[in-house]
């Protein structure tokens, strides 16, 4: 069964950091872009950053632009999205997804999508 596992949410201070890691099982990530989505309560879905299958392109939502980072190592079939100097606006489930193509799409459109982490910013 093609799955993705997000993990590393949690509660961190204004200004902290936290890395964020989305696994996948049953298929092979190297083969697909994959992208980070968060949600806020009462707010829509958001794509937030995207990779391309071998990582040479990115995208970032111009809210995280300076201050996260994505990146991934096909090898453990893994993406990760660091996290700096964190916002209280940051707080949101964030998801992972897989696309089945190889560049990022313009629209965010996903095929696969995680169960997400919980990340909270607050004093």
């Known amino acids: 069964q093609l799955q993705l596992v997000e993990s590393g949410g949690g509660l961190v201070q204004p200004g902290g950091s936290l890395r964020l890691s989305c696994a996948a099982s049953?298929?092979?990530?190297?083969?697909?872009?994959i992208g980070w989505f968060r949600q806020a309560p009462g707010k829509e879905r958001e794509g937030v950053s995207c990779?391309?299958?071998?990582?040479?392109?990115?995208m970032y939502a111009d809210s995280v632009k300076g201050r996260f980072t994505i990146s991934r190592v096909n090898a453990k079939n893994t993406v990760y999205l660091q996290m700096n100097s964190l916002k209280p606006e940051d707080t949101a489930v964030y998801y992972c997804?897989?696309?089945?193509?190889?560049?990022?799409?313009?629209?965010?459109?996903?095929?696969?999508w995680g169960k997400g982490t919980l990340v909270t910013v607050s004093s």
């Open positions: 990779i391309s299958s071998s990582g040479g392109n990115t």
């Open positions: 997804a897989a696309v089945v193509q190889t560049r990022c799409p313009p629209d965010y459109g996903m095929n696969y």
């Open positions: 049953g298929f092979f990530l190297a083969y697909y872009a």
